[in-house]
């Protein structure tokens, strides 16, 4: 395809950094605005009135926030503007679209969301690091690109994600989820858990080898 025919957007356009895979630029659209009035009746009946004026507050922070909001999957971190998580600590079990959260926890800098309602699609995925949980959901244009980032890149950065590793295999403590235990085969952690991520109805672990 020649260059010269397609249409120069430099709003979408982003130069990707040094050693990045994956980079997005977004904004918010006039559909995102026709989401706010649902979103403040759905908040007023389905949890309390009080909480509108939060679920406003919330909606204005992530306009002000996110305005051009950038996304970059790169070998060992994934960003979401200013804010970042180390991509190792992600867990691809939890891989999917992103979930309707509390609208104080945009306040979270363990939570990295950006214009999730915004965009045509959506992935959100969670994890822990130093035994506290991490949360990404943002918006996205290119879903299959960003998720393909994600599944090939997050395996290896957890080879190089700090952690004590077990002398000896066996069940030990999940480096990535401390309210599990994982498969350590005594040169590598493994996909079993303990409980299963996905109960298969036999009562015993399961998980990816």
Do not use: C, K
């Not at 957007?9 to 649902?38: I, K, N, Q, S």
């Not at 926890?105 to 959100?124: E, H, K, M, Q």
């Not at 599990?180 to 009562?203: A, E, K, Y």
């Amino acid at each position: 395809m020649d260059p010269r025919s397609v249409p120069y957007d430099p709003v979408a356009v982003v130069r990707p950094p040094v050693g990045a895979h994956y980079t997005e630029r977004l904004r918010p659209t006039g559909r995102g605005w026709l989401w706010l009035p649902v979103i403040l009746a759905i908040t007023g009946l389905a949890i309390a009135p009080i909480i509108v004026p939060v679920a406003l507050a919330a909606w204005l922070v992530n306009l002000v926030r996110f305005w051009r909001v950038v996304v970059t999957v790169d070998d060992h971190t994934i960003r979401v503007g200013r804010r970042s998580a180390p991509l190792g600590a992600l867990d691809l079990t939890t891989l999917g679209r992103a979930q309707n959260t509390w609208p104080w926890r945009v306040f979270s800098r363990r939570w990295l969301g950006a214009n999730p309602i915004w965009t045509r699609d959506s992935v959100g995925i969670r994890g822990f690091y130093e035994g506290r949980p991490l949360w990404v959901s943002v918006g996205t244009d290119h879903r299959e690109t960003l998720v393909a980032a994600l599944v090939d890149h997050i395996p290896s950065a957890r080879e190089h994600l700090p952690r004590r590793t077990p002398v000896a295999g066996g069940w030990h403590a999940d480096p990535w989820d401390p309210t599990r235990l994982r498969w350590w085969d005594g040169t590598r952690w493994t996909g079993w858990t303990w409980p299963p991520q996905v109960p298969d109805g036999s009562g015993e672990p399961t998980g990816d080898r």
